[in-house]
């Protein structure tokens, strides 16, 4: 009879512990297929990223303005590039001024767009959902996750381990780190941890030059 207990219990917890990670596999999902990080819910923003190598020291890696899901000004130490939807531009800074530079080749943006972000959610693995923490003096929900996304039309994927804060008062995505970055043009993992900020602003616009 004790045995028999003992095997319904481990059984039972199994299950129960399968079923919390199915949930929190399922919640992570949610953020990037209408939750806070969906492209078609996301409000403006400037997402700043650096690169945090093993000795502590940072490097900026990009610093890029979204107006919606189609409209954005990324600027690296390359310079600075307009992308609305097909059509692309570069310059000196987010001011410009703009040059044309031709066009993406993406037949339908919007599908484009809206493909990436779920290729991202279906393929998290190893789910954490680790409730609310202290970010920078504010309650936020953290989440980490592993996804390597299967290749795009292009041939294109990435990966790694990332790391999510939600902020509890907005439901906003504050703050993202990916971890062992690979990708289809550097599939070595990154000794590097991308560090993301967001700060939400309703004013950015990104208009095409005249």
């Known amino acids: 009879m004790r045995c028999a207990l003992a095997i319904f219990l481990a059984c039972s917890g199994a299950t129960i512990?399968?079923?919390?990670?199915?949930d929190c596999t399922a919640e992570?999902?949610?953020?990037f297929q209408g939750g806070p990080w969906d492209p078609f819910v996301v409000g403006n923003r400037r997402v700043t990223t650096v690169n945090l190598h093993p000795d502590?020291?940072?490097t900026p890696s990009s610093d890029v303005l979204w107006d919606g899901p189609f409209k954005s000004i990324n600027c690296t130490v390359n310079g600075c590039f307009m992308g609305i939807k097909n059509a692309?531009?570069?310059?000196p800074s987010f001011d410009g001024p703009w040059a044309?530079?031709?066009?993406?080749?993406?037949?339908?943006?919007?599908?484009?767009?809206?493909n990436t972000s779920d290729r991202l959610a279906e393929s998290v693995k190893e789910?954490?959902?680790?409730g609310e923490t202290d970010l920078d003096g504010k309650s936020a929900r953290l989440y980490r996750?592993?996804?390597k996304?299967?290749?795009?039309?292009y041939g294109s994927w990435w990966g790694g381990r990332y790391s999510y804060w939600v902020d509890v008062a907005t439901n906003r995505v504050v703050r993202t780190e990916l971890a062992d970055g690979i990708a289809s043009w550097a599939p070595e993992p990154s000794k590097d941890v991308q560090v993301t900020t967001v700060v939400y602003d309703d004013t950015i616009r990104v208009e095409a030059p005249n």
């Not at 692309?88 to 310059?91: A, D, L, Q, T």
């Not at 044309?100 to 809206?114: L, M, P, W």
């Open 145 to 147: 996750f592993f996804s």
């Open 17 to 22: 512990s399968a079923a919390v990670a199915a």
């Open 28 to 31: 992570i999902k949610s953020l």
């Open 149 to 153: 996304s299967e290749p795009n039309e």
């Open 127 to 130: 789910a954490e959902c680790l």
């Open 88 to 91: 692309s531009w570069s310059g």
């Open 100 to 114: 044309k530079s031709g066009d993406k080749g993406i037949e339908d943006f919007e599908a484009f767009v809206r």
């Open 56 to 58: 502590g020291s940072t």
